[in-house]
C-alpha cells in the first residue's frame, strides 16, 4: 500500500440488497449514479446483478452507457431529463428515461424514435417534475406518441429522511393526481432509501434505493443494525515527528500543541475525497486506539496525535470503518457530521485515482 485503499465488500453489498429486497417487497432499483456512491460501477451493477436486481437508476447518460456495457438484460433509468442531444445514445442504449418538461416529450415523440419514458410528477420537491395540474394533459400527451411507450409515473420526497408526514402528504399528493389514469402494467414509483422503510401504499412497485444499499442509515425508521457498511478506507503512518508544546502544525497554523506530542502523518487529504473540514472533530484509528486529527486537513496528508502511543510507520490509519479488535468504528455519517454535511457528499467525493479500490468477498 502506497496511499491507502478504498476496501468495498462484496458480500455486504448482496446481503445488503437481499435484505431490502426483502424488506420493501417492491422490485429493488439500485441507484448508481456518481460512480455507485464512490463505490465503483462494474462490480455495484455486476454484484446486484447476481442478487437478481434488474433495474438500475443513473443521473447522466454516460452513466447508463457504462452501465449498458456490463448487461442487456437489465434495465437502466436515467433519472432526469437529458439534453435532446444525447437521444441518439438514449435509443441505442435503450435507456428508460424519465420525463416531464412538454417541449422534450414533444421533440422525443417528433423524433419518431422507439423510446421508454417515465412521467415525473413533482410533489413537493420541486426541483424537476411536473405540476398536478399539468400531469394529465401530459400523460395524454405522451400517450398520443405512438413511438413513445410510458413504462412508468413516478415522483422523488425532499424529506423522506427526516419527516414522515410530509412524505405521506406527498404520496397522497401523488396518489391523488394519478388516480383516474389506468396504470395496468406501469412501474410506479417514488421511495428513496428512508421512505422505502415507511411507505407501505401497495400501488408503488419499484423502489430506488441508493444509500442504504451501500449499507448506510436510513432515518427516520431506522434499520440501520439490518444493513452492513459497503465501504471502508485504510492507510498508513507515513511519517512520525516529536513537536514541542507551542508549536503549531499544518496549513494557517490552526492547531497549536497543548503539551510535548508525537504527531504522525498519513498519506490521504481533500485531493482523494477526505474532507478539509474534518479538522478539529475527526479521528482516525490507529493500533484500536481513536487518534485526534490535529491541523488541517491537507491535499495529500492528514495529521494526528499517537503521542503515549506505541506506533512505526507502515502502521496501519483507519480511516473510515472498524477496528481489528472491533471496538471502535468510524462511520460515514461521523466524517459527514465532522464536516457538517451528509453521507452522501462525503461518499460521491471518494476518489480512487490515488487510493487502490480492492474488492473483497467475505
Ligand atoms: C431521483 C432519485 N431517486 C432516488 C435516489 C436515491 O436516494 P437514496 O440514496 O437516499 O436512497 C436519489 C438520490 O439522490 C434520487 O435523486
Redesign the pocket.
Known amino acids: 500500500m502506497d496511499r491507502g485503499c478504498i476496501y468495498v465488500n462484496k458480500s455486504s453489498f448482496s446481503d445488503n440488497i437481499q435484505f431490502l429486497k426483502g424488506f420493501t417487497n417492491k422490485e429493488l432499483c439500485v ?1 448508481v449514479k456518481a460512480n455507485a456512491y464512490g463505490h465503483g460501477i462494474d462490480w455495484t451493477v455486476n454484484t446486484a446483478i447476481e442478487s437478481g436486481v434488474k433495474w438500475f ?1 443513473v443521473a447522466a447518460v454516460d452513466e447508463a452507457i457504462l452501465v449498458r456495457k456490463i448487461s442487456d438484460n437489465i434495465r437502466i433509468l436515467l ?1 432526469s431529463e437529458p439534453s435532446i442531444s444525447e437521444l441518439e445514445k438514449l435509443v441505442v442504449n435503450n435507456i428508460d428515461t424519465t420525463v416531464y418538461n412538454e417541449k422534450f416529450i414533444d421533440q422525443l415523440g417528433e423524433s419518431k424514435e422507439a423510446l421508454k419514458v417515465h412521467l415525473k410528477l413533482d410533489t413537493g420537491m420541486h426541483r424537476v417534475g411536473c405540476s398536478p395540474e399539468n400531469f394529465l394533459r401530459i400523460h395524454e400527451k405522451i400517450l398520443s406518441y405512438k413511438n413513445l411507450t410510458l413504462e412508468g409515473i413516478c415522483t ?1 420526497f425532499p424529506v423522506a429522511d427526516t419527516q414522515k408526514e410530509d412524505t405521506k402528504q406527498s404520496v397522497d399528493l401523488f396518489m391523488k393526481t394519478i388516480s383516474s389514469i389506468d396504470i395496468k402494467n406501469l412501474f410506479i414509483h417514488a421511495d ?3 421512505s422505502t422503510t415507511f411507505n407501505d401504499e401497495k400501488i408503488f412497485n419499484l423502489t ?5 444499499a451501500y449499507g448506510y442509515s436510513i432515518s427516520p425508521n431506522s434499520v440501520a443494525d439490518n444493513l452492513k457498511p459497503v465501504m471502508e478506507i485504510k492507510t498508513r503512518i507515513s511519517n512520525l515527528q516529536s513537536r514541542k508544546k507551542g508549536e503549531a502544525v499544518s496549513y494557517g497554523k490552526a492547531y497549536v500543541l497543548e503539551k510535548d506530542s508525537i504527531i504522525a502523518t498519513a498519506p490521504i487529504g481533500y485531493g482523494d475525497g477526505y474532507p478539509w473540514n474534518s479538522f478539529p472533530d475527526g479521528k482516525v484509528i490507529v493500533n484500536n486506539e481513536f487518534c485526534k486529527l490535529v491541523g488541517r486537513v491537507t491535499m495529500d496528508q492528514i495529521l494526528f496525535d499517537v503521542t503515549d502511543m506505541d506506533v512505526k510507520i507502515d502502521d496501519e490509519v483507519i480511516i473510515l470503518g472498524t477496528s481489528n479488535d472491533k471496538s471502535l468504528n468510524i462511520s460515514i455519517k461521523d466524517i459527514a457530521v465532522w464536516n457538517k454535511t451528509i453521507e ?1 457528499e462525503i461518499l460521491t467525493n471518494i476518489k480512487d485515482n490515488r487510493l487502490n479500490r480492492i474488492e473483497i468477498d467475505n
Open positions: 441507484v437508476a433519472l422523488h428513496n432509501s428512508a430506488r434505493v441508493g444509500l442504504a452522501w
